[in-house]
């Protein structure tokens, strides 16, 4: 099922952290859709976008490889999903992706934690940072005796 960006409005009703749930599935919708323009109208002006590997994009870096065609997503699962309100008109989420990715001709299977901010922009959430990683797997903090 897609979800059109345009179509996901604030209702006086929703909680700050709803909202922003709910654009962000429609952002992944627009992702997985390759729809740049939808894209670019729930990410900030300011959006800085730190991918898995480390490369770091504006949202004129983003929206411009989107359109270029070379990257693709399908079957965005999101989960684990928490969310914070540490100010007014900023939230964050933070959770878990998978996904299957497409760089250039070839698809893989990923796996990602993420965090990302929010921030309410003239009425509309608005993506402003956007940080996710690969986990590793075995790190563990040994327990305090």
Known sequence: ???GV???TLQAADKPADAVL???QARLAAMMAGDAKALGKVMS???AFVHSDGRIETKADYVKNVLAGDTAYADVITKDVRTMEPAPG???LIG?????KRLGPTWSEVKLRFMSVWREEG????????QSMRPAGNSVVPQKK
């Open 1 to 3: 099922m897609i979800f």
């Open 6 to 8: 345009m179509s996901v």
């Open 22 to 24: 709910r654009i962000d």
């Open 45 to 47: 002006e300011e959006l």
């Open 90 to 92: 900023v939230v964050i």
């Open 96 to 100: 878990a992706q998978e996904m299957r």
């Open 123 to 130: 009425g509309a959430w608005r993506m402003v940072a956007w």
